[in-house]
């Protein structure tokens, strides 16, 4: 198999200090490429080990609920219905701000096809085959679609990128909200599944056909053609850091630090752009956890969505707007040890 995946299933980046303690995490694999570069640049600093494990967002809410880890990242909140079966008060804070793109492996085709929410749904709705079907070509005159069939490549886990991709689906496509709807893990009318965001990148990079739904950093690292998408107001928009800036810029972000971007309103806003969430125990003393893993717990957050996001642009995610970072160093400080701020 050729080597064209740009990350590891694991991330465990090791402190310098013999007294550093260790931070367990797991989850999302769409900000993954950002958590390798923050955890990195936060070990150097001689604070404490990060293990993040890169196992999709449903896997780390499972891992959470479980208390296995000391906190989870997803691209989607858990669920109003599934909150109650958590041992603890959950609390959810912005962590990362990218795109989801319309990835494709075409051959003599470029990166600059455009795609509208209903032609995005009908190919996953197994209704558009081929790829010079005529809502296609309408869409795009002056481009060689050849017959070729499309392969539709989609996740096979429990997915925050699913998530986000099926939301702004439902929100663009009636029949989609109808026969299939929004969540981590959807029945699929057609495709080939594959685990994580590098494993449908795997699949859309080594199939001629193929399309698929994955973070923009996999389809640049992974140099995979992807398009331009219509926003709300008419505009196709290739997505880009300045795409999805715009689909945060004037939201108020509530105080349960979630808020679902997809389909936002603007002429330079990218439609599919999302949060991506940090969540973890609002009351630190469970089992046999201590006052200072709690408190490196903290510590670690508050660099991700401060310091940490100065990371963010080389490795094409957007920094947190000023009132996300405001909001999710609010949550932070919320945080409790036997019932006490610390």
């Known amino acids: ?51 993040y494990q890169s196992v999709g967002s449903g896997a780390g809410q499972t891992q959470l609920k479980s208390r296995v880890v000391d906190f989870a990242a997803t691209d989607v909140p858990i669920t109003a219905a599934d909150l109650p079966s958590y041992p603890g008060t959950v609390l ?5 701000l990218g795109a989801v793109v319309i990835s494709y492996n075409i051959p003599g085709v470029d990166s600059n096809l455009k795609f509208n929410g209903k032609a995005i749904a009908d190919i996953y709705l197994g209704k558009i085959k081929l790829w010079n079907d005529p809502a296609l070509v309408k869409l795009n005159p002056d481009a060689k679609l050849p017959a070729l069939p499309i392969t539709v490549a989609r996740r096979s886990d429990g997915s925050g990128t699913t998530g986000v991709f099926t939301d702004y689906l439902s929100k663009v496509s009636p029949e989609w909200k109808t026969k299939v709807g929004s969540a981590t893990a ?49 505009s196709f928009v290739k997505p880009t850091i300045a795409g999805a800036q715009s689909a945060a810029a004037n939201v108020v972000i509530p105080t349960s630090g979630v808020i679902s971007l997809t389909n936002a309103g603007g002429a330079a806003t990218y ?8 969540i973890f125990y609002k009351e630190q003393k469970y089992g046999n956890r201590t006052l200072a893993q709690a408190q490196a717990l903290k510590k670690m957050l508050t660099y991700v969505v401060t310091t940490g996001q100065s990371f963010s642009e080389a490795l094409s995610y957007a920094p947190l707007p000023a009132a996300a970072q405001s909001r999710a160093r609010a949550i932070i400080a919320s945080l409790t040890f036997d019932g006490k701020s610390f």
Request: charged share 15%; net charge neutral.
């Open 186 to 234: 959807v029945e699929w009318p057609v495709g080939v599944g594959a685990r994580g965001n590098d494993g449908v990148a795997g699949v859309v990079k080594s199939t001629p056909g193929a399309v698929g739904y994955i973070e923009l950093t996999y389809a640049l690292t992974n140099k995979i053609d992807f398009g331009l998408v219509q926003n709300r107001t008419g």
């Open 1 to 51: 198999m050729k080597k064209i995946l740009i990350l590891g299933a694991a991330l465990v980046l090791t402190a310098t200090t013999a007294s550093a303690l260790t931070i367990t995490g797991a989850g999302a694999s769409f900000p993954y490429p950002l958590f390798t570069k923050i955890f990195s640049e936060y070990a150097k600093t001689g604070s404490d080990t990060v293990n």
């Open 92 to 96: 959810t804070i912005p962590d990362a």
């Open 271 to 278: 439609p599919i752009s999302t949060f991506s969430y940090g």
